[in-house]
């Protein structure tokens, strides 16, 4: 990848897309978007208002007939033509969120690919949607059931997957039929347009995908549509917990994915610089801010001392900068206000040993925070009891296997959690007995492949129903049993009793 040499923007107004066309806000209300490796406003994104909300809804409730009527290998082309078009555009879509997001390039370019996973399993939607059929249930009666869209749904994403997380709910919700109103994280934007504007060059008709930019005002006013029949939210857990309870309390269906404290466990047989390999990429990887990130280590009996020597000596030679250059390979985070409250967890903690401060050796223009690392967390303090979203590690050190197991099992978050280990019989154990949606074995960001599901357990998500693969496909679904006969007229009688399987 050659490195992206730019002239300061001028601060760009971000506009709705409603009804396959921008669609400037009204409602006299913005927000800023920033280059956070410079530290510059770059943005200024319309907030809608309740009418501006509905009048999104309302295009996609006018769209809803004819695109659930399009035959399955027509929806099934166009899906192709789409993963054509967003793979042809890739390197835009990554600039696009290094820009406002701050994540490096190549990260950029992960998050796109992980995205683009998910509409080529929806590619194959024919044999997705495929129902169950019973000949002769009953004489002369077949029974057969049938997979039919929502309605409008609604997703409302977070800032730290600006692509990939809104591409993990419309491309299942508009597969199967469902016409949608994406409500992306209001500091990063533009990656939605985008992708909008993609969507109709791919061929998607008008008013089947649009992008309403916002804060509460707008996600309340989804929250309480009439005419939304379901919700997809991806964010922190007491936003999550609200979105679930107030979109169930209006009659919708809703899966709500929330925050993260992701433990990685390293045995005392692990092999010491593949742990530290991992733990550094899994911590740092995107300044943090992956809900699937490694937030603490697990150090189980006498593993402690050498793997923290080996995560120390690996964190200076990651490179913090600016994700445009080529070289860098951890960015910004998103905001300096979030930059300030990540820092403030360090030093904050008595008992607490700041093994590398990230302050000292971070880039000084932009919202950056270069790797920090914290030994002898417990749970307790504010390093161990807080998702912190940001490059800090913490470790803990535990005497046994079963001291770790307790750690994950007692937190209240269940997203992610991995083992480091050459013993496979401590690792199926593990798999076994771990309390989280997502275990990693010797993997340390288990997100999973788009033919399985993505969501964790407890605080980290509110709903039955996790993310794309077959959840995703039942979430966006509803079924339908259909019971049919076709005897002859003449054998036609009054019948009043209740009938019968025979
Ligand atoms: P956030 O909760 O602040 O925002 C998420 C969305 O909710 C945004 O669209 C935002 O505009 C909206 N929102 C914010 N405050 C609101 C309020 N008071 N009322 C109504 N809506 C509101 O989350 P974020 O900071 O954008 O993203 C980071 C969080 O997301 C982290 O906690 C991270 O773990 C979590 N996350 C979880 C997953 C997962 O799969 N579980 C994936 C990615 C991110």
């Known amino acids: 990848m050659t490195d992206v040499v730019e002239a300061p923007a001028a601060v760009k107004p971000i506009n709705h897309w409603i009804g396959g066309r921008p669609y400037a806000g009204r409602s006299g209300r913005t927000g800023p978007v920033f280059n956070p490796a410079a530290g510059e406003q770059t943005g200024a994104v319309d907030f809608a208002s309740v009418e501006e909300v509905d009048r999104a809804v309302q295009a996609a409730k006018q769209a809803f007939p004819a695109w659930r009527a399009l035959s399955l290998a027509k929806r ?14 890739r390197e835009e879509i990554a600039k696009i969120l290094t820009r406002e997001h701050g994540k490096v390039l190549s990260d950029a370019l992960g998050e796109v690919t992980r995205g683009l996973e998910v509409i080529e399993f929806c590619c194959g939607i024919p044999h997705l949607l495929k129902g169950g059929m019973t000949e002769q249930a009953s004489t002369g009666v077949d029974v057969y059931s049938i997979r039919q869209p929502l309605g409008v749904a609604a997703g409302i994403t977070p800032f730290n997957f600006p692509a990939m997380v809104p591409m993990w709910m419309w491309a299942p919700a508009l597969v199967t039929g469902n016409t949608f109103v994406l409500k992306p994280s209001e500091k990063d934007p533009s990656a939605s347009v985008y992708a909008a504007q993609l969507l ?9 995908f649009n992008v309403i930019h916002g804060d509460k005002v707008a996600v309340d006013a989804i929250l309480e549509h009439p005419d939304i029949a379901a919700v997809s939210f991806v964010g922190s857990t007491p936003i999550a917990k609200y979105v679930y309870e107030t979109a169930t309390a209006n009659g919708k269906r809703c899966q709500a994915l929330g925050g993260a404290k992701n433990h990685m ?17 899994a911590a740092y990887g995107s300044a943090g801010e992956r809900c699937m990130a490694v937030s603490m280590v697990v150090a189980v009996g006498d593993v402690a001392d050498p793997l923290i020597d080996a995560i120390k000596q690996r964190i200076p030679k990651v490179k913090v900068g600016d994700g445009m250059n080529s070289s860098s390979e951890m960015g910004p985070l998103i905001t300096r206000e979030h930059r300030d409250k990540v820092a403030s967890y360090i030093g904050a903690d008595d008992g607490a040993k700041v093994v590398v401060d990230g302050r000292e050796s971070a880039p000084e223009d932009g919202f950056f925070l270069a790797p920090t690392l914290i030994d002898d967390v417990k749970p307790g303090m504010k390093a161990y009891d807080d998702e912190i979203f940001g490059p800090v590690l913490g470790v803990t050190r535990v005497a046994s296997y079963d001291d770790a197991v307790s750690l994950v099992n007692d937190n209240p978050y269940g997203n992610g959690t991995a083992i480091f280990t050459r013993d496979g019989g401590v690792a199926r154990r593990f798999q076994f007995e771990a309390q989280a949606g997502m275990v990693g074995v010797n993997v340390p960001i288990p997100v999973p492949v788009a033919y399985y599901s993505f969501g964790g357990w407890k605080s980290s998500l509110f709903g039955d129903r996790h993310l794309y693969g077959p959840e995703g496909i039942d979430f966006y679904t509803r079924t339908k049993v259909v019971t049919s006969r076709w005897p002859d007229p003449a054998t036609s009688k009054v019948d009043l009793g209740f009938p019968q399987t025979r």
């Open 76 to 89: 099934a082309e166009l899906f192709f033509a789409i993963r054509e078009l967003f793979h042809d555009k």
């Open 200 to 208: 109709q060059e791919a061929g998607v008709p008008d008013g089947v």
């Open 265 to 281: 466990i390293v045995l005392p047989d692990a092999d010491i610089d593949m742990a530290a390999d991992a733990a550094v990429s």
